[in-house]
């Protein structure tokens, strides 16, 4: 008996309805499994609590490749256990193998993802165009919400820092929520801090020149103006690699964390550093 509406045991007599014409209204995630394999068994329980989470989003299919072993030649099944997600009649995505819970849970989000998932991926989309007020908006709604959602707050972070919102950065790095997340939030802090110490008037002491260079940088970010910010970053570098501990560098891999490893800028500016560095 089935533990869920939406999970069910399929035959070769019924696959064709059951999975390639059901998968033309809802993603159908096929378990090919026996009941001699010991990663069927610790795979299997992981696949029908997330069908039954998902609530709709993904019906799951198991097949006894035992009892049906033309669908296993069919599908070109040689080790179990073999799952296969079906959209539109045809194999979308597939794994072999037990995975861990996190592994398969993101298998499944990709095939219908949920309403979270999909307003994340629009903030992404706007952060992606340089968008900030309009990504600040979309990641904040996200967090009205559902407030630990740490996607949704790295992404609100990111939009934060490259407006010049040093202050409100660091108090949400403060409370942060926890998740992987985490890791890469941190890697902004720097560049948070920048932002704060530029909230006030240029540094006139003569005897850190390089002082009001970073000071200039900080206010260029703010600008929008990123090129000629980390041209200013780089200068001082030149001047004295280790200026504060090495903090421009650490301003410098923040701008790139956000921006992303295929930003033009990114390739350009970490090319650039390596050579200041090393």
Not at 64 to 92: C, M, S, T, W
Not at 100 to 126: C, D, H, M, W, Y
Request: glycine share 8%.
């Amino acid at each position: 008996m089935a533990l869920s509406e939406h999970i069910q045991d399929v035959s070769e007599s019924t696959f064709e309805q059951d999975v390639v014409m059901r998968s033309h209204e809802v993603p159908v995630v096929v378990d090919f499994w026996a009941p001699w394999c010991g990663p069927c068994r610790m795979l299997g329980p992981i696949l029908e609590r997330l069908a039954i989470e998902g609530g709709g989003r993904f019906v799951l299919a198991r097949v006894n490749v035992d009892e049906n072993p033309n669908l296993a030649v069919r599908y070109g099944v040689q080790g179990i256990p073999a799952v296969k997600a079906f959209r539109d009649g045809e194999v979308d995505s597939q794994f072999v193998g037990a995975q861990p819970e996190g592994t398969v849970r993101r298998f499944v989000e990709n095939l219908s993802p949920s309403p979270a998932i999909q307003a994340v991926a629009k903030g992404l989309s706007l952060l992606g165009t340089r968008h900030w007020a309009e990504a600040e908006a979309s990641f904040r709604d996200i967090l009205l919400e559902d407030e630990t959602n740490a996607a949704a707050a790295l992404g609100l972070l990111k939009t934060l820092v490259m407006q010049g919102k040093g202050a409100q950065s660091l108090e949400l790095l403060g409370d942060f929520p926890g998740g992987t997340e985490w890791a890469e939030a941190l890697k902004l802090k720097p560049l948070a801090e920048l932002l704060v110490e530029a909230e006030g008037d240029p540094p006139g002491d003569d005897s850190d020149p390089l002082a009001a260079q970073l000071h200039r940088a900080a206010e260029l970010i703010k600008l929008g103006n990123l090129p000629a910010a980390m041209d200013g970053l780089l200068d001082i570098l030149r001047q004295e690699k280790r200026y504060r501990s090495g903090f421009p560098k650490e301003v410098m891999l923040a701008l790139f964390t956000i921006l992303g490893d295929q930003d033009p800028l990114t390739r350009q500016y970490r090319d650039e550093l390596a050579s200041v560095l090393f």
